[in-house]
């Protein structure tokens, strides 16, 4: 069974391309590049991304105008149904800025733009993209982002300790994150925002292979490849 999977593009991204190039290495079948005017998904999609750039050019605030782009409508359905949807970067920023998740993303502390590899710590390993990970294994990831702060107020932050929804969590101070979060999960553990860039690395030549796990734990568990 082939693994078919889509990248949104909005105007500014910069990773779709990056995003497309790590599904398809690790699936074997080249995503739908899906424009974000577009008012439809292609039928029968295992697999939603939103990658990282800088969609609209971070107005108003990073990933609002991208989150009430056209296409987003049918992805929050997709997601509805129990398509699994990631975003990196821009759109982790997308996806609270959706409401398909909680909490937002803030300018980083420190108001300085954050580009290098970091350390995480995988918090859950119970999920459709974790589960190629070990529970409290350290990871190696690269970041770049200027607005990656996470904040949600503490019942928030609360619940989604207690739900186990914490996903990763950066294993050194980086941009302020609320208890170093660097990646969550909705409650029905189908949609994942992460800061961190896993397509960055999935092959030695981009100097390091801890974000194929991410992409792998996927495949498998939606096509058993």
Same mark, same amino acid.
């Given at each position: 069974m082939s693994f078919r999977s889509a990248v949104i593009t909005f105007p500014g991204s910069n990773c779709d391309r990056d995003m497309a190039d790590a599904l398809e290495k690790v699936s074997g079948t080249a995503p739908h590049r899906v424009w974000h005017g577009d008012a439809a998904l292609p039928d029968g999609l295992d697999f939603i991304a939103l990658p990282g750039g800088f969609s609209y050019g971070d107005y108003l605030r990073s990933g609002a105008m991208a989150a009430r782009s056209p296409i987003m409508q049918a992805v929050i359905a997709a997601a509805g149904k129990g398509v699994p949807v990631l975003g990196v970067c821009? #759109?982790?920023?997308?996806?609270?800025?959706?409401g398909l998740l909680p909490g937002a993303l803030m300018r980083n502390a420190g108001i300085r733009f954050v580009c290098r590899e970091v350390k995480l710590k995988v918090e859950n390993?119970?999920?459709l993209f974790t589960a190629g990970y070990s529970a409290g294994q350290? +990871?190696? +990831? %690269?970041?770049?982002?200027?607005?990656?702060?996470?904040?949600?107020?503490?019942?928030?932050? $609360?619940?989604?300790? #207690?739900?186990?929804?914490?996903?990763?969590?950066?294993?050194? %101070?980086?941009?302020?994150?609320?208890? $170093?979060?660097?990646?969550?999960?909705?409650?029905?553990?189908n949609v994942l925002g992460m800061? %961190?860039?896993?397509?960055?690395? +999935?092959e030695p030549a981009q100097g390091g292979t801890d974000g194929r796990a991410l992409f792998e734990s996927a495949v498998r568990g939606l096509v058993g490849a």
């Open positions: 821009n #759109g982790f920023q997308v996806l609270t800025e959706a390993t119970q999920s350290q +990871i190696v +990831i %690269p970041v770049a982002h200027h607005d990656g702060n996470y904040f949600a107020d503490a019942e928030t932050l $609360d619940r989604l300790e #207690g739900e186990g929804r914490v996903a990763f969590r950066y294993a050194e %101070p980086v941009n302020g994150s609320a208890r $170093d979060i660097a990646g969550v999960l909705n409650a029905a553990g800061m %961190p860039h896993p397509e960055r690395v +999935i």
